[in-house]
């Protein structure tokens, strides 16, 4: 009988692909307008999940996606690409 095992350096990152480089954190850093306003949005959507959405709440919907795509423009203006923007 032979066993299938994995091995350890395929499994394992190397020491150097373990913490994000300096310019991925700066790039985050550029885009967390972006996620601040999508984690916003999201938020709006599951308050209202468990109940009909009064006029209020389709504002605060409207204002929370109306600022997503402020910050996907602001992105896209600035010449930063990626997946959300």
Do not use: C, H, W, Y
């Amino acid at each position: 009988m032979s066993f299938i095992v994995a091995v350890q350096a395929g499994v394992t990152a190397a020491e150097s692909d373990r913490e994000p480089s300096a310019a991925e954190l700066d790039a985050i850093e550029v885009e967390m307008p972006l996620i601040s306003a999508e984690v916003e949005l999201l938020d709006v959507r599951i308050a209202l999940l468990d109940r009909v959405p009064s006029e209020l709440d389709e504002r605060r919907v409207r204002r929370a996606r109306n600022k997503v795509l402020a910050e996907r423009r602001a992105l896209a203006n600035r010449g930063v690409s990626g997946e959300a923007a």
